[in-house]
């Protein structure tokens, strides 16, 4: 999976903290199969870098882009990066 491995950072803005967001980011994660992190920033937006296949990133990008019940996602900011395989499993980093 090394070669075909994508990594793509995102930046989640709206009514994103303080409604489970980073929970159900993980959670849609695990389902995927994707590793990497997810934190609140200090803005009150979501961060998060993610590493799997195109197709599981894209589908990431489209769960983060909806969000949980709670959540009213106003934008959703990315960027395509290079991939390391850093990541073991995907965590909530505080």
């Not at 491995?5 to 989640?12: G, M, Q, S, T």
């Not at 195109?54 to 983060?64: I, P, R, V």
Request: with cysteine.
């Amino acid at each position: 999976m090394p070669g075909d491995l994508k990594r793509v950072h995102v930046i989640i803005y709206g009514e994103v903290q303080g409604v489970f967001f980073r929970a159900y980011v993980k959670k849609t994660a695990d389902s995927i199969g994707i590793k990497g992190w997810v934190k609140n920033k200090i803005n009150r937006s979501v961060e998060a870098i993610a590493e799997g296949s195109k197709e599981q990133l894209d589908e990431f990008l489209k769960k983060c882009s909806e969000g949980p019940q709670t959540a009213e996602v106003v934008e959703v900011r990315r960027s395509w990066e290079k991939s390391t395989g850093e990541f073991k499993s995907f965590e909530i980093r505080y």
